[in-house]
């Protein structure tokens, strides 16, 4: 499986927020794209998303256009934005409800990806009365209902303790293991360490960056 993302360009009232963007990924691979705040991430992750649309481009997915084609989108991909789309007025259970046959709920949730994200421990609990880890995580397994080939996410373990942080890069390998793809938008010194492919956005550009290891050089190459 690949992916290939071509040329993509975005403008806000004639302003050009990205230009001629692209990257490529194959099964198994983690891509993390950096940059300051402000500068384009969660536009192009978006627009690869469908919820935003580029003025130019394409998003490849064994060669079909998925910016063209909403319904393979909508099989192959799912998307996390950094705002959890969760129902506030219901538990977890019924927010998963929304999107699981009860079938394929409870095989998730004592063997599945759902387990694997601790979501079982809190099934009951109502998204108001949930910590911020916890509304991540759901709002991941919301998304993952089509058994999906690639994942977007949009810093995934911003303002999150160690514990969840640590259960979602759990997550995150696993899903890679079974051949899946990870872009994301991140911060975050693990999930940079985890990445098989790291992308700068800079200046409405992107570029391949060359982990050394040190975030101080990654910040100052901002």
């Known amino acids: 499986m690949k992916i290939s993302v071509e040329n993509i360009s975005k403008k806000y009232r004639n302003k050009e927020v990205l230009s001629s963007v692209s990257f ?14 402000g500068i384009g991430k969660s536009t192009l992750l978006s627009i690869l998303a469908g919820v935003n649309k580029a003025d130019g481009g394409k998003f490849l997915y064994e ?8 319904d393979l989108r909508n099989k192959v991909c799912a998307y996390i934005p ?16 929304m999107w699981y046959s009860d079938k394929a709920l409870k095989k998730e949730l004592s063997e599945g990806f759902l ?5 079982d421990r809190f099934l009951k609990v109502n998204v108001r009365k949930m ?15 089509a058994d999906p080939r690639v994942l977007i996410l949009d810093e995934p373990t911003a303002s999150l303790d160690l514990e969840c942080k640590g259960i979602i890069n759990d997550y995150l390998d696993a899903f890679k293991k079974r051949g899946g793809i990870v872009v994301l938008a991140t911060h975050d010194e ?23 290891g040190s975030i101080k050089n990654l910040v100052d190459s901002f």
């Not at 990924?25 to 891509?31: D, L, P």
């Open 63 to 70: 060669g079909r256009d998925l910016l063209a084609d909403k």
């Open 24 to 37: 490529e990924a194959e099964s198994g691979m983690q891509v993390g794209i950096v940059g300051k705040n």
């Open 82 to 97: 950094q705002e959890t789309p969760l129902i506030s007025e219901l538990s977890a259970r019924d927010n998963l409800r």
């Open 190 to 212: 693990k999930e940079i360490e985890n990445c098989d492919a790291l992308y700068l956005l800079k200046d409405k550009e992107m570029n391949k960056y060359v982990y050394d």
């Open 115 to 119: 387990k694997t994200l601790g979501i």
């Open 131 to 145: 910590s911020g880890g916890m509304k991540k995580r759901l709002s991941i397994g919301c998304a993952i209902y």
